[in-house]
């Protein structure tokens, strides 16, 4: 029997084991094969145009191109307007007249989150032998059915809490009354208004900003008849102190409730910052970042740390349909989750009682203050309080503003430091002293004659440090003020402005810059700072916040000279015991130390801030009011109200 040539025998078995081996031929299909319409079709699925592919059903009944690509967009939904990134994974497997091949598909969703899957996209060879791929809605996601939509929702983390020195969080529950109006209840509505207006200014502290009424009667009028017509949510002890005369007006009805607020309305308000929902510019500046309803914080630190306060918000790949109003509602499927991840808090060094004794101590200051209290062994803040007439403004951080007689506690500690003077050193204080042409005065003009250095420091001698300034030098005044941490880089964990001290001027400027006048300029964090800098003997950089813990703080300072700086600590306990700070003397507690202070502003030496420095104990005060007069007959009974109010 005739047999076939060897060569021939192995054509044949090859071609047997292309057809009975069909479902592995990816190396038979050729560039007919089936991979092209999967990539045309993937193509197509991003660009929107898939007229280059065959389409049919599972039936197998043709499907046009353009209703492909409109469902596609359609199941799409909200992530329409982002087509993922289609890769094919390898060659289609074929079995006779069918192909599957598999597609990974990935989505980039909101915040840079990924949600990748693998789908089989099923092909069929058609009688023109060109290869068709089969649509249906799965092949989008393994839950869509026709109608569908993916949706997203975005479910919010837990924000964590800003934390007291301790370990506490500031911000708690708190109770609360919601003041609300019952429309129908209401017998004369500007009567009602002119009552609810008069009463909710006789709040004390005042509700900053005040409560707006003026829109109130055309709410009542659009509302329904009994409806609630919230008016005001107040703080249980404000709504305490004007019960009796807003509980019985006709109309008025009252909610108690509980809401995550600080300790008082004013606590370090300026520096925790608030939180709110998100407003049309966060929106607009971080449309990836926040949705309407989110909770932002906005100025302090619950804006400087919002992102790792807020946490990241979950987000989950819904599935939609249309119910019998036509209007989509979810189907209890969720192709994808990713889980939130809680806040992370920011503790602070704030201590609750040296907080509220420094915003009581302001309470009632209608002009633009600060208070900032150090503990001096460590540096932490233990108090930052802005008035009410700072409107928000951390005042206390960012002021800059010349320091007037409190940096004599500065030029006393360089002049010492230099030999120029002891305490005891008699220094005249002339009503007078003229640099250049220059008349530097005291305040009301006084004059001490020959008295010693001591008593031109606890008197505040404007003269006597004006003749003194030439023994400085040129830039003495900075080189000292640098040694007390002042115009260095600090990390504070907000904006704060470090100080600027005047150097390399002329005479008139130097006898200037002596008096804390001039280019000088300060914060009261920085007068705080320097101020426990010399209760110390060294400058640490002050410190707010424990965790995030600052970066890169600013390096320790170097031991100040033992015998200068004990001699300004004498001259700053005189000016409480026989000088401008005398209404500090019996403050209970430890010997209290200061120097007061009146810094001119302008040209016009009636227009002057008002100032304090000093310390008791463990801690360090600086009080600023802008336009408040004299040091001693405005910073210094605020001072007194603080120091009085701390814990024993």
């Avoid at 420095?613 to 210094?636: H, I, K, L, N, Y």
Wanted: glycine share 10%; charged share 25%.
């Amino acid at each position: 029997m005739h047999q076939p040539y060897p060569h021939h025998r192995s054509r044949l078995a090859a071609f047997a084991a292309c057809l009975v081996a069909a479902a592995t031929l990816t190396a038979c299909s050729g560039e007919d094969g089936p991979q092209r319409s999967v990539d045309a079709f993937l193509a197509g699925w991003r660009s929107g145009d898939l007229r280059a592919v065959g389409l049919v059903d599972p039936t197998g009944a043709k499907v046009p191109a353009d209703a492909v690509s409109r469902e596609i967009r359609e199941l799409s939904g909200e992530l329409a307007d982002t087509p993922p990134t289609l890769t094919r994974q390898g060659d289609p497997t074929i079995t006779r007249d069918t192909a599957t091949a598999t597609v990974r598909v990935e989505w980039t969703l909101p915040g840079d989150t990924r949600w990748a899957y693998e789908r089989p996209v099923r092909l069929t060879r058609g009688r023109d032998d060109q290869w068709q791929v089969i649509w249906e809605p799965k092949v989008v996601q393994e839950q869509l059915t026709r109608g569908d939509r993916l949706g997203l929702r975005r479910d919010p983390a837990a924000r964590a809490a800003v934390l007291d020195g301790s370990g506490r969080p500031i911000v708690a529950p708190r109770a609360v009354v919601r003041v609300g109006v019952q429309p129908d209840a209401v017998a004369d509505v500007g009567a009602l208004t002119r009552q609810l207006d008069a009463a909710f200014r006789a709040v004390r502290p005042a509700i900053t900003p005040p409560v707006d009424l003026s829109g109130l009667p055309e709410r009542l009028a659009e509302a329904e008849p009994g409806a609630f017509v919230e008016v005001v949510v107040l703080r249980d002890e404000a709504y305490r102190q004007i019960k009796p005369r807003i509980y019985d007006l006709p109309g008025t009805r009252f909610i108690a409730d509980e809401l995550d607020l600080a300790p008082t309305r004013e606590f370090a308000r300026a520096v925790l910052g608030t939180v709110d929902p998100a407003q049309a510019d966060d929106l607009a500046r971080f449309p990836d970042r926040y949705s309407p309803g989110d909770l932002v914080g906005h100025g302090g630190l619950q804006g400087r740390w919002d992102e790792r306060l807020r946490g990241t918000p979950g987000l989950t790949v819904v599935v939609e349909r249309p119910a019998g109003d036509g209007i989509l509602a979810p189907t209890g499927a969720e192709p994808f989750r990713r889980e939130p991840q809680q806040g992370r808090p920011v503790r602070t060094t704030l201590d609750p009682a040296t907080q509220n004794a420094a915003d009581r101590a302001l309470r009632g200051q209608q002009r633009r203050s600060a208070l900032v209290a150090v503990r001096i062994s460590d540096g932490a803040v233990l108090a930052a309080a802005n008035g009410p007439g700072a409107a928000g403004e951390n005042l206390a951080f960012t002021a800059q503003v010349p320091p007037g007689s409190t940096f004599k506690m500065v030029s006393a500690l360089g002049l010492v430091e230099r030999g120029a003077v002891t305490p005891d050193t008699t220094v005249g204080c002339p009503k007078t002293f003229t640099v250049d042409g220059r008349a530097f005065r005291n305040s009301n003009d006084f004059a001490l004659g020959a008295v010693p250095f001591r008593t031109d420091f606890a008197k505040s001698c404007n003269t006597a440090f004006a003749a003194l300034a030439p023994k400085l030098g040129p830039d003495g005044l900075a080189v000292t003020g640098r040694s007390l941490g002042l115009e260095a880089t600090w990390d504070v964990g907000l904006d704060a402005f470090t100080g600027r001290v005047s150097a390399n001027g002329g005479a008139t400027e130097q006898a200037a810059a002596a008096i804390g006048q001039g280019t000088t300029l300060v914060s009261p964090l920085a007068m705080a700072s320097a101020t426990a800098a010399v209760a110390r003997g060294r400058f640490e950089q002050p410190t707010l916040l424990l965790d995030p813990a600052p970066a890169q703080p600013a390096a320790s300072g170097p031991e100040l000279k033992a015998e200068a700086v004990a001699a300004v600590r004498a001259m700053m306990r005189e000016v409480v015991t026989a000088g401008t700070g005398s209404a500090l003397r019996d403050v209970p507690g430890g010997p209290v130390h200061g120097k007061t202070g009146t810094a001119e502003y302008d040209d016009d030496p009636a227009n002057t801030h008002a100032w304090f420095v000093g310390w008791q104990d463990d801690v360090a005060v600086a009080v600023f009011v802008e336009r408040g007069g004299s040091g001693s007959g405005t910073a210094v009974p605020i001072a007194e109200r603080f120091l009085r109010a701390l814990p024993r």
